[in-house]
């Protein structure tokens, strides 16, 4: 088990219209009188069903005449707008909980569920109980948690990412550890459940001088399976897949002082949908 499996939401464009070039006549006399006439009601009437085309084109409200996006086939112009909606108002072990009983509700649960579970307090035996306990439902906590002590506390595994037998970072360097969520969609809902999809970039590695596993940034989704109990939700399942991964800039890496200072001064938040 890697740390990626618990590491696991307007466009405008410009049409261009070229009407036909040269002569329209085809080099052909020209027609006096009605046959003019026509000729010019006819480019006129081309003209503004072009525009008419491009205006409902260029429309950004994603709406269209079958009806495809009321069955959110697409998302709509604001998807990606905050809800304004706080979020809660109460934390247990600094994880964020008493969500919203609605699909705002869901996302911002799965997305600060997905940033505690994609910590690096998950590879501290403590934390990471308490963690499991507070994100899963009663009635698969016990054994995901049993899951989650043979992966984490693996010797082969721990040391292949730099680490000590209980998890600690080697003398000198920082572990590095998180979740950044980009952005939430909602799959499938229920009166009591919810399918969420939690598109996200990790940063994973160890910093400081002599690292071997330098950080690195991931991109991962993960789909968590929300049901509705003790009034919040809790996590009953999930499913991660590799990105979509946006094409990297030309920018030189940080040293390692500088990432331990980062991962150091810059806290985290509370996400909300």
């Known amino acids: 088990m890697s740390p990626g499996d618990e590491q696991g939401y307007t466009e405008t ?3 261009r219209t070229r009407l036909p070039g040269g002569d329209p006549y085809g080099g052909a006399p020209r027609r006096t009188g009605r046959s003019s006439s026509r000729g010019l009601i006819t480019v006129v009437g081309v003209v503004v069903l072009l525009i008419a085309a491009i205006a409902f084109a260029n429309r950004g409200d994603g709406s269209s005449t079958d009806g495809s996006a009321d069955k959110g086939d697409r998302p709509k112009a604001a998807s990606t707008a905050a809800s304004g909606t706080k979020p809660v108002d109460t934390k247990s072990a600094g994880i964020a909980s008493g969500f919203a009983h609605t699909e705002q509700g869901a996302q911002s649960a799965a997305a600060n569920y997905a940033v505690a579970l994609g910590s690096a307090e998950m590879f501290n035996s403590g934390w990471r109980h308490q963690i499991v306990s ?5 009635d698969v906590a016990a054994a995901k948690q049993s899951d989650m002590d043979s992966a984490y506390s ?12 209980d998890g600690s970072a080697p003398k000198g360097q920082t572990f590095v550890s998180r979740v950044i969520p980009v952005g939430t969609k909602v799959t499938s809902s229920g009166t009591d459940t919810m399918a969420v999809e939690v598109w996200y970039t990790s940063l994973f590695g160890l910093s400081g001088e002599g690292s071997t596993n330098p950080v690195t940034e991931s991109w991962y989704t993960t789909t968590y399976e929300l049901k509705w109990m003790n009034n919040d939700w809790k996590v009953t399942d999930f499913q991660q897949k590799d990105g979509p991964v946006p094409v990297g800039r030309d920018q030189t890496a940080s040293t390692a002082d500088d990432m331990t200072k980062a991962v150091e001064e ?5 996400y909300a949908r």
């Open 154 to 165: 693996s010797e082969k595994f721990l040391a292949n990412i730099g680490l000590a037998k």
């Open 266 to 270: 810059y806290g985290g938040f509370t």
């Open 13 to 15: 464009g410009q049409t």
């Open 134 to 138: 507070l994100v899963y439902a009663p």
